[in-house]
């Protein structure tokens, strides 16, 4: 198994420009999430998904699109970048936690890194 | 609402002492409690988890941690630091099936030799 990919795993990009980051995932999970580290911040999060077609917002969601047109894939888009959006990007999954339990290991990518000029 | 505190941001240990990363946390609700480790460049991997079973958890590479609910705490040590440990630990709290899934500022460790 290839556990979480991530591509690319790295880009530059000048202000204004889009671009999309690609998450694939192999153990069949249900969750998939996206995160943005910046030094001293730990990991926020950006967007998850609990499914297949299935979004929502996480911490710092805003200047980002997500989708989740299958279920071992989860785009994250940048439709106009800016330098504030400069970080390293990791993706995450996870199964479904069993009803009344809060169980979540998540499984994470090796991040992809993004300057924004 | 959920909040995790890592009272260091750098701990610095010689190779064979003791480490002890120290983690409060606050959760409404009944949390499940992570301790990640990230290697330079590296993505992050899990070094153990608390799901309100046995207080005393035990990881891997030697790492444990104890739940203890009246302190709020979840500290993660290992009885003797090797230079390979070196790298930046996160505590994680995540309640709710992992929506609210909240990391700590993370600690640095440094192995002296």
């Known amino acids: 198994n290839a556990g979480v990919t991530q591509t690319p795993k790295f880009r530059v990009l000048k202000t204004g420009q889009s671009m999309t980051l690609l998450c694939a995932q192999d153990?069949?999970?249900?969750?998939m999430y996206w995160y943005r580290q910046d030094p001293g911040m730990g990991l926020r999060l950006i967007h998850y998904s609990v499914g297949e077609g299935t979004t929502a917002k996480g911490e710092v969601p805003d200047g980002y699109n997500v989708s989740r047109l299958k279920k071992q894939n989860f785009l994250l888009g940048l439709e106009s970048a800016a330098p504030s959006q400069t970080s390293v990007y990791f993706c995450?999954?996870?199964?479904?936690?069993?009803?009344?339990?809060?169980?979540?290991?998540?499984?994470f990518g090796p991040g992809t890194r993004l300057t924004v000029l | 609402a959920q909040s995790v505190t890592q009272l260091d941001s750098h701990v610095s240990v010689s190779e064979g002492t003791p480490v002890l990363l120290r983690c409060n946390y606050s959760s409404s609700y009944s949390p499940s409690l992570f301790w990640y480790v990230q290697h330079p460049n590296k993505g992050l991997q899990l070094l153990l988890k608390y799901t309100s079973a046995a207080t005393l958890v035990k990881g891997i590479n030697g790492f444990e941690a104890e739940f203890k609910k009246s302190e709020t705490s979840f500290h993660l040590t290992k009885p003797s630091a090797h230079m390979s440990d070196a790298a930046e630990y996160f505590c994680?709290?995540?309640?709710?099936?992992?929506?609210?899934?909240?990391f700590g500022a993370g600690t640095r460790l440094f192995v002296k030799a």
């Open positions: 995450a999954s996870s199964y479904r936690g069993l009803a009344g339990l809060s169980y979540n290991e998540q499984f």
């Open positions: 153990m069949n999970h249900e969750y």
């Open positions: 994680v709290v995540s309640v709710a099936g992992g929506f609210k899934t909240i």
